[in-house]
């Protein structure tokens, strides 16, 4: 597998290379906790290696310290992303904090952030839980927010929920020295590779559409190896790891994540189009249909829509039929949620309508249901509303 070959083919193969050679098909699932050793002195020596956030082929000592099943798949996601390195964790909200920590503990204490961020990240930031401190501001404003104690850049692009686009090559320029995290979950490596427009860190809830079917919580940071040397100590001592059946599952993912993410992103296309006309809606958010898009950036608008509606968001969540009402994004069916009471629900109101973020605000993780269906079943609970 090389960098040379295109998407598709990376992600049906990528972190299997070995596998002919092994002789299996599937991927082996490695469900050991510890790794048992005669040679007491050589086992030391790797443990002295391995802390260090180093990785080779050799045999692992401790799963929390490193699992063959999971370097699969992180080497699966460093291709899809143009990176050298992945870094796998326990969820989306574990891999963010093992980027603070890592930042933080090099003293680079100070973050600047754009939102909207996912509700969780920004209660993260906003607290100071981790001993970060963050200046919220908008994309145009990050040069003046920078300060010597800076140690990230963090934003989404396209950000949850109201699907806004930043520029990340201007924003990558704009950060110089300081490294810039763009959380990729929305776009996917398929839709966009932030790593090749200039940012150092690329985030992922990889629960989301690179596992793909709703089973697997899991996190992913793509980066530089010697950052990733950081996090990976970091995850070593902090314990945010990835159970190897998770990265069973998110490698399994990623390999039809090309048709899946271009057959969603089909479909939210074509539901976008249909909701800007229907007379219950009052406004849609789909990257595709805005004339103003940074260029050469994402491909096509992606699997979600956000959209208002004139009347109660409650009425159309409760009557849904064939459309799953539930929180999260990036399954096989389509999953349509209300952010100001559930995904951004932590955020100070004000703050929330401030970036943008109404309560009458739905936002639909399109699947791969016919896109006839859930048009139907989208009438239907938008005609109960009234
Ligand atoms: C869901 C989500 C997260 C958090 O990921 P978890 O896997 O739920 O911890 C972070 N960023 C974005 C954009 C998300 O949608």
């Not at 950000?159 to 959380?183: K, S, Y």
């Not at 009557?319 to 999953?335: E, K, M, N, Q």
Request: proline share 5%; charged share 20%; aromatic share 4%.
């Amino acid at each position: 597998m090389t960098a040379q070959h295109h998407l598709a083919t990376r992600a049906v193969h990528a972190g299997r290379e070995d596998l002919t050679d092994l002789g299996v098909h599937a991927t082996p699932l490695d469900l050991s906790t510890t790794y048992p050793s005669r040679d007491m002195k050589a086992e030391t020596e790797r443990l002295d290696l391995l802390i260090t956030g180093a990785r080779d082929d050799g045999m692992p000592v401790y799963a929390r310290v490193g699992n063959p099943t999971v370097d699969r798949a992180e080497r699966a996601v460093a291709s899809l992303e143009s990176c050298e390195a992945a870094v796998a964790f326990a969820s989306g909200m574990a891999a963010l904090s093992a980027c603070l920590l890592t930042v933080a503990a090099a003293g680079k204490s100070h973050v600047v952030a754009i939102r909207p961020l996912y509700g969780t990240s920004d209660f993260l930031l906003e607290s100071g839980l981790l001993g970060v401190t963050t200046t919220f501001v908008d994309a145009d404003s990050v040069v003046s927010a920078i300060r010597p104690d800076t140690g990230l850049v963090i934003v989404e692009s396209p950000a949850n929920p109201t699907l806004d686009e930043v520029d990340i090559r201007q924003l990558a320029n704009d950060c110089g020295d300081v490294p810039l995290l763009v959380d990729n979950t929305f776009a996917t490596p398929i839709l966009q590779r932030p790593a090749e427009l200039g940012a150092a860190i690329v985030l992922h809830s990889a629960t989301k559409f690179l596992g793909g079917h709703g089973d697997v919580l899991a996190g992913v940071v793509a980066c530089s190896e010697e950052f990733a040397r950081q996090i990976r100590n970091v995850r070593y001592a902090t314990g945010g790891t990835l159970h190897p059946l998770a990265g069973y599952l998110l490698l399994r993912g990623l390999s039809t994540l090309p048709i899946r993410m271009r057959a969603s992103s089909e479909s939210a296309r074509i539901l976008a189009e249909r909701l800007s006309d229907h007379p219950a809606i009052t406004a849609v958010h789909y990257p595709g249909l805005n004339p103003n898009r940074p260029a050469g950036q994402m491909e096509g608008g992606g699997a979600l829509v956000s959209f208002e509606v004139a009347g109660d968001p409650a009425d159309v969540i409760g009557g849904v039929r064939l459309i799953t009402p539930a929180v999260s994004l990036g399954s096989v069916d389509t999953l349509i949620q209300n952010p100001a009471s559930i995904s951004h629900h932590i955020m100070d109101p004000d703050v929330r309508h401030d970036v943008g973020i109404s309560d009458k605000l739905l936002r639909m993780s399109v699947g791969l249901e016919h896109v006839d269906d859930l048009w139907e079943d989208l009438c239907q609970t938008l005609a109960v509303m009234g």
